[in-house]
Nanobody, 122 residues
């Protein structure tokens, strides 16, 4: 199983970015996909997750109403649309694959991508 993230970058506060996570070697029937982020000196935290069987989504309180997670099941891609970015969103964003169900526990994820940097400037 391999995960590859893309779409990070530098934006001004209030701007938007869309991250992509491509899953290969597995399917969304087998894995839930979570987006985590890690800022310098801080622990990795989950921001959103999507599972397909049954379909459910999860958002951290800090991103509710601003971030949207979605999937393209044909292309095996999970997206994280991030709107109204604030400097506090600045971090490296990782996607991870967990067996079947979403989890906010880092150790429940079996596979990780390499990460993509998101910077929201004030």
């Amino acid at each position: 199983v391999r995960l590859v993230e893309s779409g990070g970058g530098l934006v001004e506060a209030g701007g938007s970015l869309r991250l992509s996570c491509v899953l290969s070697g597995g399917t969304f029937d087998e894995y839930a996909i979570g987006w985590f982020r890690q800022a310098p000196g801080k622990a990795r935290e989950e921001v959103a997750c999507i599972s397909m069987g049954p379909h459910s989504t999860y958002y951290a309180d800090s991103v509710k109403g601003r971030f949207t997670i979605s999937s393209d099941n044909v292309a095996n891609v999970v997206y994280l649309q991030m709107n109204t970015l604030i400097p506090g969103d600045t971090a490296v964003y990782f996607c991870g694959a967990a067996r079947e169900l979403c989890s906010d526990q880092y150790d429940d994820y079996d596979y990780w991508g390499q990460g993509t940097q998101v910077t929201a400037s004030s």
